[in-house]
């Protein structure tokens, strides 16, 4: 039921688009200004969590790693960084946030390390276990439909590879729940209509954290698809969580 909620919530309600073509659609109106934003509206914050969830990996040692709904490439310039695998290949439906992602990796000088092209997350165009790793940050519930992302995470993943994803949650312990959903209600979508000109796309984050399944049904998701030591851990107060996932 959950994974269903999510697949109703889109960007923009009443238009004929899927959701799919909604999220590509908004993702490249506002690529320019997202990861600003991103700083912004978590003071910050967003990068701890980025080296929270891929210190994870260390003991694997990765050499081959998959990045899901890349976006602008900063989790895989920091899983490049961190991790020092042979290769990190970062895939997105958003043309225009690969765009900015491919500058600031030519500007890393990572270019022969990092590979940032176009791909579906529910279609992943690459063999049967070809990863060592898998990452996704603030990406799944972008998913047209979660379970077949996941699955075909699952599908691309070797045995004993390892799968971090990194998501918004909501709190649930009094003051923070209300403070959170108080600035998620009203503040987020004021400073997306303020500075990144898009108010749809700040209205809509608040929407698809809400409709996402989390903690406990997550980990049953995962769970059903065929993957094992799923775990969950929540950051800064339950703003967000890591699921740490094996094949």
Request: charged share 20%; glycine share 8%.
């Amino acid at each position: 039921m959950a994974s269903k909620d999510l697949q109703k919530t889109v960007p923009f309600e009443g238009s004929n688009l899927s959701k799919k073509e909604q999220i590509a659609h908004m993702f490249n109106d506002i690529a320019g200004r997202y990861d600003f934003m991103n700083h912004f509206m978590s003071l910050g914050i967003d990068v701890g969590w980025r080296k929270k969830a891929l210190k994870l990996l260390v003991p694997l040692q990765p050499k081959m790693i998959l990045d899901v709904a890349t976006g602008t490439g900063d989790v895989a310039i920091m899983a490049q960084r961190m991790l020092q695998p042979d290769k990190v290949i970062g895939i997105d439906i958003s043309e225009g946030m690969l765009a900015f992602g491919r500058e600031k990796v030519a500007k890393a000088g990572l270019s022969d390390k990092i590979t940032l092209q176009a791909g579906d997350s529910e279609t992943i165009s690459f063999p049967d276990t070809t990863f060592d790793a898998i990452t996704a940050a603030f990406g799944v519930r972008n998913f047209e439909d979660l379970e077949k992302g996941l699955a075909e995470m699952y599908r691309v993943l070797k045995p004993g590879g390892k799968m971090v994803i990194l998501e918004f949650s909501n709190p649930t312990k009094t003051p923070i729940k209300q403070l959170y959903n108080f600035y998620f209600r009203y503040i987020t979508p004021t400073i997306g209509k303020w500075i990144a000109r898009n108010k749809a796309a700040y209205s809509y984050l608040p929407s698809s954290v809400k409709a996402f399944p989390q903690g406990q049904v997550m980990i049953d998701i995962l769970q059903k698809i065929g993957f094992q030591a799923v775990t969950c851990k929540t950051l800064t107060f339950g703003i967000c969580s890591i699921y740490c996932a094996t094949r």
